[in-house]
C-alpha cells in the first residue's frame, strides 16, 4: 500500500511539472503549421530596374520575380515533420548589388512571427527589414482603413526599425 501511494504521488508530481513547463514555453511548433512569408519592393525610386528576387528552400525552388516598387512576393512556409529546421533564403538584386538573406527560419521566425503567423520584409535602400505588425486588418475591423492611414504604413503593414536589418553590399 505504501508503495503504491509513492508511485501515485510520483506520478502526480511529474505530471505537474510537465503541465508548468508547457504551460511557460513561449509557443511550440505542430506539423502542418503555415506561416505567410512576404518581401515587399520598398525602394522610394527603382523605376529604372526592378528588384529581383529568388527564393529557395530545401523542399524546393520558390522561383524568381521582378519586383516593380511597391509590389511583392509571397509564399506560405509549412511545418512538415522533415522540415522542423526549414529555411527560405532569398537573394536580392538592385542594379550592382546583390544580397541573400533568410526570408524565413523556424527556429529563429517561429516565436518572431506573432499569433498572426505572418512575417513580411520590407526591402529598402538602405536595408531590409522584418516585421509582424498586420495593422490592415486591424483598421478594417475597426472601420478606420482610410487611404491615408494605410499609404503611411506601405499598404497596412507597420515595419519596426529593429536589429534583423541587412544591408545590400556592391560586388
Known sequence: MRTMKKILLSLIIISSIITL???????TLSLGEEFDVRVINSFRDNSSLPLVI????PQGDLGGRALQEGDDFRWTARIELWAWRAEYT???KW?????????FKVSRDSNRCGITKKCSWSVREDG???SSDEIANLFALLGHAQRRHLSKYNKGIKFSWITFFVKFRTP
Open 21 to 27: 513547463t508547457s504551460m511557460l514555453q513561449p509557443h
Open 54 to 57: 529568388w527564393c529557395t528552400s
Open 90 to 92: 532569398c537573394t536580392m
Open 95 to 103: 542594379e550592382l548589388k546583390r544580397k541573400r538573406f533568410e526570408a
Open 128 to 130: 531590409f527589414y522584418f
